[in-house]
């Protein structure tokens, strides 16, 4: 049994990331009423760092800082020191990031954060390295003991702007949105546009398929050229680029330059599960194999790496392997020609093991300049051939691979991150009919019910070693919301229904904040914290109030509730200044814009073979529908329009039918 000569309060957490520093020399703690009240007894400042399983950087800070006993003992004898999961607690991560951001006009991970015994910060920044790291505690620490007045009022100031980033929201001017002034917001997006390369100009690049997704909606709906030829080029990019895993696939996080070429090695499973959704949405639009594709491999490479025994999806692979960035993705030229062996220049000239594909220290990054179709062609190939080739590449890399030192794995599994996985296997069904994809979809939304949800109407936010603890957050809530609408969608299950009922009942009562139309992070009942945020900007992952206002949208339909669709409307006037003026930070808030401005239906499919006439119209490409199928009376859309021996599709708009017809073809020509 291995012995370990410092172990700290840590050791009693689940979260990888916090066991991760358990046996630093630093004492640290977790968040919680022990820490803050030991601050207070002793007097001292709060040391909060904060970061995630994945991060690279936050590996690095450790190494070099926190397991030097030289530079915990000045942390220990100045600070109370807490190390926070921000995606165990994002709701602390939104605050002291709010913090640092107001500081330093930047943010990041890890995230470091000086703060008094209540929590009110008064210093914060990102990574730093030992030497600056142990200078600047120091000065914090000998300023706070000289000018310990300063150090309060400077602490109240910056609460006090932290409490105003909470009133973003509340705008002086509220717009009427149409679609000319969608028109104009979206052409003021696109100068932001790498029409070569994909994604938004400059380097880091990030996929934010959130925008991606309302890009090719919007494109579709107002036949926006533009718009749609940035989306299948940003697609085709990230697909062919060293961001996906061209061998066991799935994608990496970010792309640190401009090209998709070297990744920040981390898979997310938010990244994932998104990506799912879009490449599935846009092979219903544009029926390109390349994403059938990357639908199939990453989620082979989900169900294979991150899906537990019970049907939960763990939440991420660390960008390292025995200590090194991406040393588990990367090749040597030789390594290469040993495995591929009589295909190696062809080989080569597929994946780029050349200049292209050459990285640091004689490693090449697999990745892909040219389709399969075009390769072949340049090649003269026969396809057939060409892809029997690729397959045993690939097998034969997987064995090599499967050998090598494997990056860690961050286990505990996230309600919120789950459900966006449901919602991306629920696209997948609608674009290839595949049952593998609905029942895999299921099985995780009765993983979460089961282990999540310890009474109806209630969400847990993290689950690991059978064990579910802290309380769900709002985007705990309308992400599971969202993919239990997408779920009653495809099967016509009224109880998925009733649970997204139910759910937003305790979102009214538990976050909403009804002078100001808006829903907070937190619940009412969170206590610990100095501030409740609002989150309402979309970035990485939608923000969980344009989440929720878009719930409340399919909602006020599918149910017939009024209320839902007036706050839903609500919502987006109280955002509407920002929507306009900063169109790229609100896609999804975007999204209900444009189903509120323009045509969205609602689709009832009555009778016994509803679920097969909503599976083929949902092959097609239709974002503005909302569909309603089975034989359950009970609800709205369906009262009254079940006849014996048929199935009937009903075409509506804002409740008011056209005449019903019985084939998908007749209701496509329904549907503008």
């Not at 926070?84 to 991560?93: A, S």
């Not at 062996?341 to 300049?369: A, C, H, M, P, Q």
Request: hydrophobic share 35%; aromatic share 10%; with cysteine.
């Amino acid at each position: 049994m291995q012995t370990h000569k410092h172990t700290n309060e840590l050791i009693h957490e689940t979260s990888p990331y916090l066991l991760q520093h358990a046996h630093n020399p630093v004492n640290w703690m977790p968040w919680g009423e022990a820490a803050l009240e030991k601050a207070k007894t002793e007097n001292k400042l709060l040391l909060i760092s904060i970061g995630y399983a994945a991060c690279h950087w936050c590996h690095v800070m450790e190494h070099e800082s926190f397991e030097d006993e030289t530079v915990a003992e000045l942390m220990n004898s100045h600070f109370v020191c807490i190390k926070v999961d921000r995606e165990e607690r994002p709701d602390i991560d939104h605050i002291y990031m709010t913090a640092v951001q107001l500081m330093t006009q930047r943010g990041g991970w890890p995230l470091n954060a000086v703060a008094l015994p209540d929590g009110r910060p008064i210093w914060g920044g990102t990574y730093f390295t030992k030497e600056a790291w142990q200078h600047t505690l120091q000065q914090i620490a000998d300023y706070h003991q000289n000018n310990p007045d300063k150090t309060t009022e400077y602490a109240e100031k910056l609460t006090e702007g932290i409490n105003q980033t909470a009133l973003i929201p509340v705008t002086n001017e509220v717009h009427k949105i149409d679609t000319e002034k969608l028109t104009t917001a979206i052409k003021s997006w696109t100068t932001s546009f790498d029409l070569e390369e994909g994604g938004s100009r400059g380097a880091p690049k990030f996929m934010m398929p959130v925008n991606l997704r309302f890009l090719l909606r919007w494109a579709h709906q107002q036949n926006d050229t533009l718009a749609e030829a940035h989306v299948i080029t940003s697609l085709e990019k990230m697909a062919l680029g060293g961001i996906y895993d061209q061998i066991g696939g799935g994608f990496s996080r970010y792309s640190t330059d401009s090209f998709w070429k070297v990744p920040h090695f981390e898979k997310m499973l938010y990244d994932n599960g998104q990506l799912l959704s879009l490449y599935a949405q846009a092979y219903r639009k544009f029926k390109n194999e390349l994403y059938r594709q990357v639908v199939s491999e990453t989620t082979g490479w989900l169900t294979r790496e991150m899906l537990s025994p019970d049907h939960g999806f763990y939440s991420s692979l660390d960008a390292d392997s025995e200590g090194v960035e991406g040393k588990f993705y990367v090749w040597k030229k030789e390594e290469l020609q040993q495995i591929i062996g009589t295909d190696f220049n062809l080989f080569s000239d597929y994946f780029n093991v050349n200049e292209k594909g050459y990285w640091e220290d004689g490693n090449y990054i697999l990745l892909r300049r040219q389709t399969d179709q075009s390769f072949a062609k340049a090649h003269a190939l026969d396809p057939e051939i060409l892809q029997l080739k690729i397959t045993t590449w690939k097998a034969k890399l997987n064995m090599a691979r499967n050998e090598r030192v494997r990056p860690g794995l961050d286990d505990k599994i996230l309600t919120s991150w789950n459900a966006l996985v449901i919602s991306g296997l629920t696209d997948c069904y609608k674009a290839f009919g595949e049952k593998r994809y609905l029942e895999l979809a299921e099985n995780t939304m009765e993983f979460l019910t089961k282990n999540l949800q310890p009474e109806p109407g209630i969400l847990l936010h993290s689950y690991k070693n059978g064990i579910a603890r802290i309380d769900g957050f709002l985007e705990d809530y309308a992400l599971v919301i969202q993919a239990l609408i997408d779920l009653f969608e495809l099967t016509g299950k009224p109880n998925y229904l009733t649970q997204a009922d139910g759910l937003c009942t305790t979102c009214f009562r538990e976050f909403y904040n009804e002078k100001r139309t808006i829903f907070h992070f937190s619940r009412d009942s969170q206590k610990d914290l100095i501030s409740r945020s609002i989150e309402v900007q979309d970035n990485v992952i939608p923000a969980s109030n344009s989440v929720m206002a878009n719930n409340l949208n399919r909602l006020g339909h599918l149910l017939d509730k009024r209320h839902y669709q007036i706050t839903a409307k609500a919502m987006m006037m109280v955002v509407s200044e920002s929507l306009l003026h900063y169109p790229s930070g609100h896609a999804n808030w975007l999204n209900l814009a444009l189903s509120l401005s323009a045509h969205q239906y609602e689709i009832a499919i009555a009778g016994s073979d509803a679920l097969k006439l909503a599976l083929e119209l949902q092959l097609h490409y239709l974002p503005n529908c909302m569909f309603c199928p089975g034989k359950e009376e009970t609800l709205p859309l369906l009262h009254n329009r079940i006849t014996a021996g048929k199935t009937r599709i009903f075409v509506c708009e804002n409740s008011s039918c056209k005449l019903p017809v019985d084939s998908v073809q007749e209701a496509l020509k329904l549907i503008s």
